[in-house]
Nanobody
Framework: QVQLAESGGGLVQVGGSLRLSCTAS????????MGWYRQVAGKQREFVAA??????????TYANSIKGRFTISRDIAKNMVYLQMNNLKREDTAVYYC???????????WGQGTQVTVSS
């Protein structure tokens, strides 16, 4: 099994920045990629960004809505993935979930979620 733990959410003003972190533990050798999803109450969970765990030819992928503002990165030695969020907008308000996949997204492993609230 794989366990995921997020941190770094909070309240920020429009135009501000936050960095989310996700730490994987357990049977991390199963994981080929990690990423982030987000969900607003009453709506479906949506893909935000993903990155391969091992260095590969695959570049990170991003949802169109956050391209140019969010950056996903990884620290392989620490089994961690980060989401740097800049120029935040009110519509970025959501619970952000870390996800780990063995084959394709969304994978079977989810974190507990961290709330991001962007206020004007």
């Amino acid at each position: 099994q794989v366990q995921l733990a997020e941190s770094g959410g909070g309240l920020v003003q429009v135009g501000g920045s936050l960095r989310l972190s996700c730490t994987a533990s357990g049977d991390v050798s199963k994981i080929n990629a990690m990423g982030w999803y987000r969900q607003v109450a009453g709506k479906q969970r949506e893909f935000v960004a993903a990155v391969p765990i091992l260095p590969s030819a695959n570049s990170p992928t991003y949802a169109n809505s956050i391209k140019g503002r969010f950056t996903i990165s990884r620290d392989i030695a620490k089994n961690m993935v980060y989401l740097q969020m800049n120029n935040l907008k009110r519509e970025d308000t959501a619970v952000y979930y870390c996800n780990a996949a063995e084959l394709r997204f969304p994978g079977d492993y989810w974190g507990q979620g961290t709330q991001v609230t962007v206020s004007s």
